[in-house]
């Protein structure tokens, strides 16, 4: 199945920016305020309003790796777009890209406590080539997803980079909280789908 673009009304709740853990749009905001960019207009909609297909990329509680895997029939590699170590947290911006043809399939920033994995994982991690999805499977590390909220974005400059877009686009993604089997969180991440 071919991923079309996704469509539907802007009526939702705006996030504010810069709110930290707890936001909708953390860890993506820290990337664009450590830039000093506006994050572009994200608010957030129920899961009933995500349009398919992408509702049915974003609406569960699995890694977006596989997911994506599955739905392009391609493994899918990251390219990292900035990165940056607080301690044992290793913040980075990345795009998702299939190995087949390298389209972007995937736009988004996560925040990994790497003090939770083992050494052999954290160096997979760092080696940053296999997205942390496809990690955590691999490597059979015990973990469950919780998206804690959907979005719906309207692309920027910089999404349409990673896009190959231009214009505005009506995107949408999730919040996502990845936690261990004692319930500590693994990663927090935002991920964003193209429009297709």
Sequence with gaps: MRLEACSGGMAGQAIAPGTGP????????????RERVPLPRIEAVSPEQVPEPCRSLLVHDDDMTPTLEAHYRSAIHL????RERQGDFYFREVVLRLDRDQRAVEFGANKVNLALFEPAVRRLILDEYLPLGHILHLRNVPHHGHPLGYLRIESDPLMNRAFRLAGRHTLYGRRNTIRDSAGRPLSEIVEILPPG
């Design 22 to 33: 707890g936001a909708l749009a953390y860890p993506l905001d820290e990337f664009y305020a």
């Design 79 to 82: 390219e990292v777009w900035g």
